[in-house]
């Protein structure tokens, strides 16, 4: 248990407010399971393999991952959607549990490992903040599958209830893509910034007692267009004033981008978190163990 300065961050409610959308709902994606059930859908029949649906910048991540992990590790996914890091790390592992709120995410996966010949996996239908397992896991990781976790301080609570040696969470981060601040800074209109990042999980795991490691990865995604239209409807909806200048919002969206052949191509930097530690106990803060 680590006890340093005693902050009142308010971490959750922060986390909370920034799933809602700029009218301050929560969007019916967030509350309604069938509908995020629907979207895993169609996403997976765009997959025709596992290794087709790795998205590319997670090529960084992957590594710090596995060096954290052991040959002989049990291990428990959180969240895997299409596999971005579940195969390689059952490749690794003793074992390998995948919990997912999506069906149709875990029979792509369960199909994918009959196709690999790994049958050291095991596939879970629950959400994991509603999840109270029977068992114990050496390690317990989820990267990007915290979106719709209304109660976040219960999810990570599970998480380090759950790991024997380790607990990870790793989370995409900014910066924005650059056009964004130069429309809000020198356009002076109002912008859809990003409403959460990792700095609230590390902060609320500090309030919770947890003292976690924090691993910045720096990440590089490359935006493809097929037509100037789709860039641009894609990157200026970001602008939220009714009415604005688009040839000057354009002219600043295209200093970031080049064409290559037949495509616009937008570069983004941004980085990604990794949030580790080992568990703690935290039943004497009111955390039940």
């Not at 909370?16 to 709902?25: E, F, I, R, S, Y």
């Not at 114990?136 to 599958?145: I, M, Y």
């Amino acid at each position: 248990m680590y006890h340093g300065v005693r902050l009142s961050l308010d971490s959750k409610r922060l986390w909370l407010d920034g799933m809602k959308d700029w009218n301050g709902k929560l969007p019916e994606r967030m509350t309604n399971d069938e509908q995020e059930e629907a979207f895993w859908q169609n996403m997976i029949s765009k997959k025709a393999t596992a290794t087709d649906g790795y998205d590319d910048y997670t090529t960084k991540i992957r590594p710090e991952i596995l060096n954290l992990l052991g040959e002989t590790d049990t291990v428990l996914e959180i969240g895997p959607g299409w596999g971005n890091y579940t195969f390689e790390v059952a490749n690794k592992v003793s074992s390998l549990t995948c919990v997912d709120s999506s069906q149709s995410a875990l029979d792509f996966l369960k199909k994918q490992a009959e196709l690999k010949g790994i049958r050291s996996m095991r596939f879970l239908h629950e959400k994991w903040e509603n999840f109270n397992p029977k068992e114990k896991f050496d390690v317990v990781f989820g990267v990007n599958c915290y979106y719709r976790m209304q109660d976040i301080e219960q999810a990570l609570i599970n998480m380090n209830n759950t790991a024997r040696r380790l607990a990870i969470v790793g989370v995409t981060s900014g910066p924005e893509k650059p056009h964004l601040w130069d429309l809000h800074h020198e356009l002076g209109y109002k912008v859809k910034f990003g409403r959460r990042d990792y700095i609230y999980l590390l902060n609320l795991l500090y309030e919770m007692g947890i003292d976690a490691n924090c691993r910045i990865i720096n990440l590089q995604r490359m935006n493809r267009y097929s037509s100037e239209e789709q860039l641009i409807n894609q990157n200026l909806d970001v602008i939220l004033n009714d009415e604005f200048d688009k040839q000057a919002a354009k002219d600043i969206l295209f200093r970031y981008v080049k064409k290559e052949n037949e495509e616009f191509v937008y570069p983004h930097h941004f980085k990604a978190a990794l949030l580790y530690w080992k568990p703690e106990s935290i039943e004497k803060w009111g955390y039940k163990k």
